[in-house]
């Protein structure tokens, strides 16, 4: 049947006949809010190229915690600025360090009960280098150094879990981290906590804003010899298969309004948890409209977080948990 007969329209007559036809939704719950946490005390440091977006003292890093199990959101996922930087990235693994505070901090707090609290695991906040792996001489004169790596990852997984981190995710792109940080995980009384691995993450400048908040810009070179390259969906499949065969429980897909066609295919792949991660960038670029007008800032909002969980992501990290959760 076709027009006449067959009108579209008539089921987007009233808001409660689409509300009642409308498949996909958005939740609350689904949104996970990065937070980067920072030595200090009261400390409340605006990113400049992230309006709204702060590095926290591990007392504000416990406030934000608070507000944001009040939203319902459904987790944190943590970033950490040590207090000085070098050539290993030590400050990752050490039980005292920053982001093992905030965790130990969060974890006597209410709101840590209603929320997952997710460790990011890399070295480029660490290394003064500002690389996620260690660096060696290598063709371009410099080179990052896969298996040595790997002990740091597994240790930093290690730190971070006994602390308090409900939930270990791997962004550096070593190869064979995953299994690297299961072993890790596993020989050090953390059988129970799960890896959100970063499966396919590509090399994206996106991620600029980031680097400023996180103060982790590679001081040389690119990231293009670990991230991968942005026109390749069959190696991200690869990834994919290869994380979860090494024991990643979850995956995670980044950056995320440039690559929906990736989060799709992964979930008509793969049967685990897919999350996607609204970058530092594609959040930066929304709000400068937002601040120009030239976007309506509360329906931009969710429709680029509805985007993500039609392409087939079941979870969203994203900057602007808070926000959405007020508009849901
Ligand atoms: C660490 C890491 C990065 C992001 C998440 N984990 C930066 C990078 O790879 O350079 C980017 C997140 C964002 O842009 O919001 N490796």
Known sequence: MSFPETRMRRLRRSESMRALVRETTLDPGDLIYPLFICPGKSIRHEIGSMPGVFNLSVDEVVREAEEAASLGLGGLLLFGLPETKDEQGTGAWDDNGIVQQGLIALKQSAAAKKLVLIADVCLCEYTSHGHCGLIVEGRNGWDVDNDPSLELLGRTAASLARAGADVIAPSDMMDGRVAAIRRALDASGSAEVPILSYASKFASAFY????????????????????????????????????????????????????????????????????????????SMLQAAFEKGWLDRDRTILESLLGMRRAGAGFIVTYFAKDAARLL
């Open 208 to 283: 600029g804003p980031f680097r400023e908040a996180a103060d982790s810009a590679p001081q040389f070179g690119d990231r293009k010899t670990y991230q991968m390259d942005g026109a390749n969906i069959r190696e991200a499949m690869r990834e994919i298969d290869l994380d979860i065969a090494e024991g990643a429980d979850m995956i995670l897909m980044k950056p995320a309004m440039p690559y929906l066609d990736v989060v799709r295919a992964a979930r008509e792949r793969v049967d685990v948890p897919i999350g996607a991660y609204q970058v530092s960038g594609e959040y």
